[in-house]
């Protein structure tokens, strides 16, 4: 059984640049939430997204969009990145149906903005 | 969403019980406490789930008492493997919004 994948690993960025981390989400889960950790930091949660709708969102400017596919998979996008934006960013799934909704994490894109 | 206040840093040594505590005062009816570990550079590893009482599962038990308010994670018999950043986090998990705090960070030593 896969757990949450996450690509890619490690990513290098240009200031200003787009860029798009994927996410397939634990089997049997329908829900994705995205997460930024900065160095020494808990992660912070970005968004969720459910029936391919984003249904929460933190604190985060509109450089950080998402999307969910019918597979249930994700993405991130953030746009227009800034120094401040390296940090790992975390896949998190879980299943509605589950009691408990038990989440589930990745390993997480290294993302290094230069 | 309920907030969670756990001590900074914790030291153990191999071998020994390691308690760390979580206090969650304003948890609502409907949330979970979960624990995760984490290692440098890698995602939250889930721990263990609880609502109430006491849950077992084979790396370690989480106690909590009636009132919901607090609960300890426990792990036995610490290794060196064991030194990570331990968070305790609240909700409900439907909104999969967890707000995760500095967490606690255990250092096992031989």
């Known amino acids: 059984d896969a757990g949450v994948t996450q690509s890619p690993t490690h990513l290098i960025k240009t200031r200003g640049q787009q860029v798009t981390l994927r996410c397939s989400p634990k089997?049997?889960?329908?829900?994705v939430s995205w997460y930024q950790q900065a160095l020494g930091q808990g992660p912070q949660f970005i968004f969720q997204y459910y029936e391919e709708e984003e249904r929460q969102r933190g604190n985060f400017p509109d450089r950080f969009s998402g999307h969910q596919f019918p597979n249930y998979s994700s993405e991130l996008n953030v746009n227009a990145l800034l120094l401040g934006d390296s940090a790992l960013y975390l896949c998190?799934?879980?299943?509605?149906?589950?009691?408990?909704?038990?989440?589930?994490f990745g390993e997480g894109s290294w993302l290094t903005v230069v | 969403l309920a907030k969670t206040t756990q001590p900074i840093s914790m030291d153990s040594y191999e071998g020994q019980e390691v308690n760390i505590t979580c206090s969650h005062n304003n948890i609502a009816t409907n949330d979970y406490i979960t624990w995760y570990q984490q290692f440098p550079s890698q995602g939250p590893r889930f721990i263990i789930q609880g609502y109430k009482t006491k849950v077992t599962n084979e790396v370690a038990s989480l106690f909590i008492p009636a009132d919901r308010k607090s609960s300890t994670l426990s792990l036995p018999r610490v290794s060196l493997s064991d030194t990570a950043v331990y968070y305790c986090l609240v909700g409900d998990g439907a909104g999969g919004k967890l707000i995760f705090g500095q967490g606690t960070e255990l250092s096992v030593k031989p």
């Open positions: 998190a799934s879980n299943s509605r149906r589950d009691t408990g909704n038990t989440i589930y």
């Open positions: 089997s049997g889960h329908d829900t």
